[in-house]
């Protein structure tokens, strides 16, 4: 079955940015429509973004204009370029499929925007 690990997270400044990693295992990678989530604490998770097996992606508004998500398939890698981060963007950041399966939630990456 597909495992999928994030990494990349870590403690920035406003107007920051941070680059994710989800690297997957025990799956044909290519052929899955992949998102990134985050959730903050006592919250629901929430869609950041979503890419296409073929790399056609899918931005939640408060992600349009200050992220990007890509893969490569070769790597078996989705990644997540974030900039010009708020602190309304910390949270606890997930890879999962275009439509969330909870076998494949992981730990998460950790993305704390603070000053």
Do not use: H
């Not at 998102?35 to 979503?50: D, H, I, K, P």
């Amino acid at each position: 079955q597909m495992q999928l690990v994030e990494s990349g997270g870590g403690l920035v400044q406003p107007g920051g940015s941070l680059k994710l990693s989800c690297t997957a295992s025990g799956t044909i990678f290519s052929n899955i429509d992949m998102g990134w989530y985050r959730q903050v604490s006592g919250n629901q998770r929430e869609l950041v973004a979503r890419i296409t097996s073929g790399g056609t992606p899918d931005y939640s508004d408060s992600a349009k204009g200050r992220f990007t998500i890509s893969r490569d398939n070769a790597k078996l890698t989705m990644y997540l370029q974030m900039n010009s981060l708020k602190p309304e963007d910390t949270a606890v950041y997930y890879c999962n499929k275009w439509t969330p399966v909870t076998l494949y939630w992981g730990q998460g990456t950790q993305v704390t925007v603070s000053s």
